[in-house]
């Protein structure tokens, strides 16, 4: 019994003496010497920042992950351990940090005024497409007096908000009415006038020793001849090589894919391809990749594959933030390159800028100007989708590709 006694007792003694020198040990870490201050120069970063430590604080000492990125991924209350050195000893600073959200949702179709009959309540906002950088989904509220009951005039606003209490709001004027207006029995003269680009005409006006002009097709454009399109002047083709219409769905190579890269390498144009796709997770896009790859089977290429997203009209109904859309791009890019080729992203100017906000890569940018101020990194340029070329029957859109 004297033995397990002194044992125990040696036990306890022993664990009490580890505790007490690690409790020691951290304390002696932690504790800041005489002579040196780490001060904080503010404590809030943006959502999806990328902020270094040496970004928030200022010091005295040698700050060994000073140029370590801070997590900034979820909003809220976050802790970082600094490790420094002073008068050659190590030790640690706790940094308090909050992770905040100062952007307001954006929206990306909303309708300035709604005309409705008496006793329709009117859901305003079932119409309105919108979409936040953090939150998969933000809300819509429409503020202002409406009485369904009569007729008149009212002015409303749309708020759509995100749950760090950023607002963006909208005017919508409400028509109330009794009845529809009968329709007018008279003859619509009106006429439409359908624009066209000529090849030729873009050549002539953009044609330099800096770049090549070419166009995009897919299935739509039919059977092409390209051999008419190198004559004309074309120097290449940017080729639909698969479609993915709807998130659940599967990948598909496109019917003339094939077709049209055989056709367009032997006759001497160079090729890229596009990937259009509607994929909302990084999972899918992953997928994709890997799909685009084991399909294209080592062919040539003399441009990056395109990743084309355009699904905005839906976008809503995905339930996914903007910082989420961007993630899907980096996942397929990353994919993509590791296996050897070169990726970019396709958007318009309006979509390049709100929506592909965390995209640093070049683009393909659609622009249908004269002369685009787009200001970002594009090195393709999709100017027109009326464009004529010999070998293609119908409208085409043509590009300008900047070398």
């Known amino acids: ?30 504790k800041m010497p005489d002579g040196v201050y780490i001060n904080t120069k503010d404590n809030n970063i ?61 929206y990306l179709n909303v309708a300035s005024s709604k005309t409705v009959l008496v006793g329709d309540d009117g859901d305003f906002c079932s119409s309105v497409n919108y979409a936040d950088n953090y939150d998969n989904e933000p ?76 166009i995009d097709i897919s299935k739509w454009q039919g059977d092409v001849d390209f051999e008419a399109l190198n004559n004309a002047g074309c120097e ?22 094939r077709k049209n890269y055989e056709g367009a390498k032997n006759a001497g144009l160079k090729v890229g391809v ?35 997203w355009e699904n ?4 809503r109904d995905y339930d996914i933030s903007i910082h989420t859309l961007n993630e899907c ?5 990353d994919i993509i390159e590791s296996h050897g080729y070169d990726s970019i992203l396709y958007g318009s100017k309006y979509y390049l800028n709100n929506m592909w906000i965390y995209n640093s890569y070049p683009v393909w940018l659609a622009h249908y100007v004269d002369h685009t101020n787009y200001d970002g990194n594009y090195i393709l340029w999709q100017m027109c989708n009326d464009g004529v070329i010999d070998g293609i029957n119908g409208a085409v859109d043509i590009d300008i590709y900047n070398k």
């Open 329 to 333: 791009f980096f996942a397929f890019h």
């Open 139 to 214: 809300s819509c509220n429409i503020v202002g007096e409406y009485d369904s009951s009569k007729e008149g005039t009212y002015n409303l606003n749309y708020v759509i908000s995100d749950s760090s209490g950023n607002e963006n709001k909208h005017s919508l004027t409400v028509n109330v009415i009794s009845k529809w207006p009968t329709s007018s029995n008279s003859t619509n003269t009106s006429t439409t006038t359908t624009t066209k680009t000529l090849f030729s005409d873009v050549l002539s006006n953009y044609k330099n020793d800096t770049n090549m002009i070419g």
């Open 46 to 106: 943006e959502v999806y920042s990328n902020k270094k430590v040496s970004d928030l604080i200022d010091s005295n000492v040698d700050i060994i992950d000073g140029s370590y990125y801070l997590d900034s991924n979820t909003i809220g209350d976050n802790k970082y351990v600094i490790n420094y050195k002073y008068n050659k000893k190590s030790y640690k600073y706790e940094l308090d940090y909050k992770v905040i959200d100062s952007v307001a949702p954006i």
């Open 274 to 308: 596009y990937v259009y796709t509607s994929s909302t997770s990084v999972e899918k896009s992953k997928e994709q990749a890997n799909w685009v790859i084991n399909d294209l089977d080592g062919l040539s290429l003399d441009f990056p594959i395109v990743y084309d």
């Open 236 to 257: 290449f083709v940017i080729i639909r090589m698969a479609v993915n219409t709807e998130p659940d769905e599967t990948i598909d190579e496109d019917a003339y894919f």
């Open 1 to 30: 019994m004297k033995k397990r006694l002194i044992i125990v007792i040696s036990i306890i003694v022993l664990v009490g003496l580890i505790i007490f020198i690690k409790i020691n040990y951290f304390y002696d870490k932690y």
């Open 312 to 315: 905005w009209s839906n976008f």
